[in-house]
Each structure stands twice: as structure tokens, then as C-alpha cells.
């Protein structure tokens, strides 16, 4: 049961331009919303959040847009660069089966050309 | 501040073997968690320690994964005997105390299982 889905494997965006990354989930019981990155041979590295009584938060270059109602999350990252090429991961949690656990999404591997 | 530290990196042995990994959380990080992350997929929580403590192992198969937490401190995670299927990397992350804190990660252990 994938309760949270990240359905581009990849994207490819050139440098200056927008990326945007989508997640979809299924559990309406989560209220708390993550974005990871991860660069190959290390741990994720949480990028930015948002709770669910809001539908967007910004953090410089990253905004995180929730949808409820579609049960819908976007990162945009403006404008990309080279050293954005990562893997991203979207992670939520909450209500009663899954508590405080994070589930994360399968990632999507984002590469910024120059 | 360190990070979370992790060894070994890398294991390579064979099925029916065990193997135990090592995590050093960042200092005075109440919580502890262990993911397992196969390749093409998203990290999945195996178990989570709020200092001495299990809070959640409902995802551990605890037929022949177990894990502790001595003095609240360093953890390690052990495999009896593993399986093909085990081949994965092994995450460990730490947070001053809960998941909706950021999770700080460790680099991971590469296991191959053959």
C-alpha cells in the first residue's frame, strides 16, 4: 500500500529555470509534510516543510504548495541550479495507524542542466 | 556539530549470514530511527527509539531483525540470518524529539546480500 506516491522518476530542467516536483497521497490522516534531497553516497538532508493548515510555505529558492483537497504536494525550486541535481523525496505523517512515523515517496531524480 | 555517524559503510556477505550496523546519533538527540532503503524506493521506517525506548518497530520483521539502544545513546541493528532480500541501504537518522522535528541523516550502510 503506497500511501505516498512520487510518479516522475526523473526530470530534467535547464539552469534558471523552474523545477517542480509532485507527490500524491492517499492517507488523509496525514497532516505534516516533508521535502528530502539526497545527493549519491549520502543521507537525506531535509530541504523544507509544511503542516496542513497551511497550502503554502517558502524557503528562498524552495516553496512547498499543498493541495488537500487533491491530497497534492509540489516543490518548486526557482530558478534551479546545477548544484540542485539530487534526488528529492517527499515524506508525510500523522493519524492513528501511522502516528508520528514518516512515509516516504519512491523519489525523483532531478538534474539541472547547464 | 557532527553529524550522525554510521558504520560500516559497506557489507557484502552471504545469505544466512548475520551482519550488525552502528549509528551515533548527534548529541543529545532523544529519538533514533533505522530505515531500510532498496534501491528504486522510498526509505521505509523500521524502528524508532525516543531514548531507551522502542515508540514504533511495527515495521521491523522481528524474525531476524532486532535492535537496541543502550543508554539511550548509540544503537546497532542486527540481522539473523539474513536473506537475498535484505540487500539494501541502512539508514540511521536522530531528532531532538519527535519526526515532526527535522531527522538529521547518517550516510547509510550499504549491505549486499548474495
Known amino acids: 500500500d503506497q500511501q505516498v506516491k512520487q510518479n516522475s522518476p526523473s526530470l530534467s530542467v535547464q539552469e534558471g529555470r523552474i523545477s517542480i516536483l509532485n507527490c500524491d497521497y492517499t492517507?488523509?490522516?496525514?497532516?505534516?509534510f516533508l521535502w528530502y534531497k539526497k545527493y549519491p553516497a549520502e543521507g537525506p538532508t531535509f530541504l523544507i516543510s509544511?503542516?496542513?493548515?497551511?497550502d503554502k510555505n517558502e524557503d528562498g529558492r524552495f516553496t512547498v504548495f499543498l493541495n488537500k483537497s487533491a491530497k497534492h504536494l509540489s516543490l518548486h525550486i526557482v530558478p534551479s541550479q546545477p548544484g540542485d541535481s539530487a534526488v528529492y523525496f517527499c515524506?508525510?505523517?500523522?493519524?492513528?495507524?501511522?502516528?508520528?512515523?514518516?512515509?516516504f515517496g519512491e523519489g525523483t531524480q532531478l538534474t539541472v542542466n547547464p | 556539530e557532527a553529524g550522525v555517524a554510521q558504520s560500516p559503510r559497506y557489507k557484502i556477505i552471504e545469505k544466512r549470514q548475520s551482519v550488525a550496523f552502528w549509528c551515533n546519533p548527534i548529541s543529545g538527540h532523544a529519538t533514533l530511527y533505522w530505515y531500510q532503503q532498496i534501491l528504486g524506493q522510498g526509505p521505509k521506517l523500521l524502528i524508532q527509539?525516543?531514548?531507551?525506548?522502542?515508540?514504533?518497530d511495527s515495521q521491523l520483521p522481528k524474525d531476524r531483525f532486532s535492535a537496541e539502544r543502550l543508554k539511550g545513546v548509540d544503537s546497532t541493528l542486527k540481522i539473523q540470518p539474513a536473506k537475498l532480500e535484505d540487500s539494501a541501504v541502512y539508514l540511521c537518522?536522530?531528532?531532538?524529539?519527535?519526526?515532526?522535528?527535522?531527522?538529521?541523516f547518517g550516510p547509510g550502510t550499504r549491505l549486499l546480500v548474495l
Open positions: 509544511i503542516s496542513s493548515i497551511k
Open positions: 492517507n488523509s490522516m496525514f497532516d505534516y
Open positions: 515524506a508525510a505523517s500523522g493519524g492513528e495507524t501511522s502516528g508520528s512515523r514518516l512515509t
Open positions: 537518522a536522530s531528532s531532538p524529539r519527535d519526526p515532526q522535528e527535522t531527522q538529521y
Open positions: 527509539f525516543q531514548n531507551n525506548g522502542v515508540v514504533d
